[in-house]
């Protein structure tokens, strides 16, 4: 068997050219294939943080019921005992950050004109791990000790025609359904990348949000992990920490709330699946024409094989062989490249790229090379050059030894 990879190794090279070529072919679709992936991966990660670190945290706690009766009878379904939860989730190792939210909708006002508004209140000292991916455009952010302030999109801002230092009347109704109406002067307008969030988006002081809402309760409890990987692992003890606690809760991840990222997801896996079966196509019609080409070039050569006695399979074998070690040449120089790549244009600062659908400014794209996306790229160009050389290879197999016989070897 030994023999056999080392014969299939020097017959790689007995037309050096054609089986460079060959290997390139492969190199490059495999190249391709793990940049695309990577730059997937980039995306992927980029758009998960944004959305995890501005709006939804890695998981919320809310009041047992609350996605049955926030709508009909939201004053049913509020939490109370904020400060026992908030401070058993702070004690499980590897939470960052827990903090709590209030939040209503309404329209708002400065006087010159009118617009729905997503007003959501927050604890301003432990929102600051959550401000990590907002880009302050014009003013500050909240701080510590703001009492009647606010911060507000910047698409919302231009839809209230509003400048920092401007007061924004809110109306809409308490929990109670009175009619009642709060105002907040504007600090900072801010960028959280995603255009209808930064068009509806407001956040103040949750004093100022249960004083409008008539409660002292809150909506939901939002937990920050230091690492969004840690995740799975940590769910179980966050869940057995919140069952343990007096009232009913239920949770939800991040993943769970966030629709525009699960299609994003879907449809990008759908095009990586679409990419990989093209570059798999244009990887086996150029394996199998070098394999075809050297199997009637060694016509001669496999009769003789077979006149001394090798059997079909031995036969076979060795051009598989010849096919598995292109491909794995052309996956190794493929991985190579696409490391490369990487690297240069890391060292570039990135290539510039136009902001995505919804989104509200363009961004700096880096390829996300893992050991995943490298396997991915390499197994699909070692197979399809495998699955290509299984017809030539049986072909080879099946020739008459006494007509090979009378081909030159």
């Known amino acids: 068997m030994l023999d056999l990879f080392y014969i299939a190794a020097l017959n790689i090279f007995r037309n050096a050219r054609r089986s460079t070529i060959t290997i390139l072919s492969i190199a490059v679709g495999c190249c391709a294939l793990t940049c695309f992936g990577a730059f997937i991966n980039f995306t992927f990660e980029g758009l998960r943080e944004t959305t995890i670190r501005t709006q939804l945290g890695h998981m919320q706690i809310y009041a047992e019921g609350y996605w049955e009766k926030h709508v009909s009878d939201p004053a049913s379904v509020m939490i ?9 989730l702070e004690g499980i190792e ?62 919302l801002a231009k839809g209230l025609e509003a400048q920092i230092g401007d007061w924004v009347t809110v109306m809409t109704t308490s929990l109670d359904g009175m009619l009642n109406a709060v105002d907040f002067e504007i600090v900072g307008i801010v960028r959280t990348g995603s255009t209808e969030y930064d068009s509806v988006f407001a956040k103040v002081p949750s004093d100022l949000v249960q004083t409008v809402m008539d409660t002292t309760a809150v909506e939901r409890v939002v937990v920050m992990l ?43 896996n759908g ?89 509200s400014q363009g961004y700096q794209a880096f390829l996300l090379m893992t050991p995943a996306v490298l396997a991915k790229g390499f197994v699909v160009s070692v197979a399809a050059a495998l699955v290509s050389s299984i017809y030539p290879a049986w072909a080879a197999s099946r020739v008459n030894i006494v007509e090979a016989l009378q081909k030159p070897c």
């Open 80 to 88: 109370h005992d904020v400060s026992t939860l908030e401070t058993a």
């Open 94 to 155: 590897g939470v960052s950050t827990v903090t709590h939210r209030v939040s209503f909708s309404g329209i708002g006002t400065t006087g010159q004109a009118s617009v729905n508004m997503s007003v959501t209140g927050v604890d301003p000292l432990r929102e600051m791990d959550f401000a990590d991916f907002e880009i302050v455009v014009k003013g500050r952010n909240l701080l510590p000790g703001d009492t009647q302030v606010g911060v507000i999109g910047d698409e």
């Open 226 to 268: 230091d690492n969004t990987a840690d995740l799975p692992a940590q769910r179980p003890e966050i869940d057995a920490t919140i069952a343990a606690l007096p009232e009913a809760y239920e949770t939800r991840q991040w993943n769970e709330l966030a629709g525009f990222y699960e299609a994003v997801v879907s449809l990008y």
């Open 271 to 359: 095009l990586f699946r679409i990419f990989s079966g093209i570059v798999a196509v244009v990887v086996m019609f150029s394996v199998a024409n070098t394999m075809t080409m050297a199997v009637f070039e060694r016509m001669g050569e496999s009769g003789a094989l077979r006149a001394i006695g090798a059997t079909q399979g031995t036969t076979m074998q060795m051009f598989l062989n010849e096919g598995l070690f292109i491909g794995l040449l052309g996956g190794t120089v493929g991985v190579i490249l696409s490391l490369l790549i990487s690297w240069g244009i890391e060292m570039i600062g990135g290539i510039p790229m136009p902001p995505p659908p919804s989104m």
